[in-house]
């Protein structure tokens, strides 16, 4: 019998770029982690969103809300502040719902202004993912 995989289950290969991407929840999320710190805004949101679906998808809201925040800082970085903040906000919402409240992905405490506006620590903006 032939196992079925989901659709995002899968092994890309974008000519573009000639990166090699698997595209699994984490590995979706790696991707966008490693082009927002690369500064590809752009191609970051794309990888990011199919990851927070794909998250969503298998049930893993703390990663969901890890996502999230990247969204936001890719949105901020694109220039589109306004859904940054509901990113962000929303983030903030679910680690509070999850008994994270006042942690970010990294650990680091989480607050509106801190480290440069963000409002979140630096591992938090791609300093260290």
């Not at 000519?15 to 082009?35: E, M, V, Y």
């Not at 809300?65 to 694109?78: E, N, Y």
């Not at 509070?96 to 202004?113: F, I, K």
Request: glycine content about 14%; hydrophobic content about 45%.
């Amino acid at each position: 019998m032939t196992p079925t995989w989901p659709t995002w289950w899968c092994w890309s290969y974008n000519r573009a770029d000639s990166r090699l991407k698997l595209s699994t929840p984490a590995g979706l999320h790696a991707t966008g982690a490693a082009l927002l710190a690369e500064g590809d805004g752009r191609a970051a949101l794309a990888a990011l969103r199919g990851a927070w679906a794909a998250w969503q998808g298998i049930e893993a809201p703390y990663e969901a809300a890890r996502v999230r925040v990247l969204i936001g800082l890719a949105c901020r970085a694109l220039g589109d502040d306004d859904t940054a903040e509901i990113e962000l906000d929303t983030a903030r919402w679910l680690f509070r719902q999850l008994g994270a409240a006042g942690r970010g992905p990294g650990g680091g405490a989480v607050s509106r202004g801190s480290h440069h506006g963000t409002g979140w620590p630096a591992c938090a903006r791609g300093a260290h993912t």
